[in-house]
């Protein structure tokens, strides 16, 4: 069976942001940040033009989505132990045992993730990358899509979808 993708980093293909890591044991990292880097590569079929899809429209929408997330706290809001809400005054007030933080809400995307590993960042990613694609770009069949995100050089979290999961 032959097989087409496109892969795409860029170095425009980052953002830096905040968080804090809830380890398995329930304890919690520091806030604090990283300059995060993404990479993507998509599958799908090849067209008539010899393409997966074109580069220079693949690139926009995973801007898009790194520019969402960049200069923000990340809040993993289905986290159980955190608790979160928003004061009359437009502050996100934020509770995870002991720890308390307060800060402008325009300053933090909530994320409908459990935990702020580069791995749920992949997976939010790489969905919303999917789904941004399908709806713009209705003609072109994306069969498979793996979405890193690097926290520091050499670590990675991965996420991979392939249209075969959904048989």
Not at 19 to 30: K, M, Q, T
Not at 141 to 165: C, F, K, M, N, P
Request: contains cysteine; aromatic residues 10%; hydrophobic residues 35%.
């Amino acid at each position: 069976m032959e097989q087409w993708s496109i892969e795409i980093q860029k170095e425009y293909f980052k953002f830096s942001a905040a968080h804090f890591l809830i380890f398995p044991d329930g304890s919690a990292e520091r806030l604090h940040g990283h300059n995060y880097r993404v990479f993507c590569e998509l599958d799908g079929s090849l067209s008539e033009h010899g393409l997966v899809m074109d580069f220079k429209v693949v690139k926009p929408v995973v801007r898009e989505l790194v520019d969402r997330l960049d200069e923000h706290f990340l809040l993993p809001a289905e986290h159980p132990g955190i608790q979160w809400g928003e004061r009359d005054d437009g502050v996100l007030e934020l509770r995870y045992k002991d720890a308390y933080y307060a800060m402008p809400r325009e300053d933090v995307v909530v994320l409908p993730i459990n935990n702020s590993s580069s791995e749920n960042l992949a997976s939010w990613l790489g969905r919303e990358l999917r789904r941004e694609l399908e709806q713009r770009f209705p003609d072109v069949t994306i069969r498979g899509v793996r979405l890193a995100v690097e926290e520091t050089s050499g670590q990675r979290g991965v996420y991979r979808y392939t249209a075969d999961d959904e048989a």
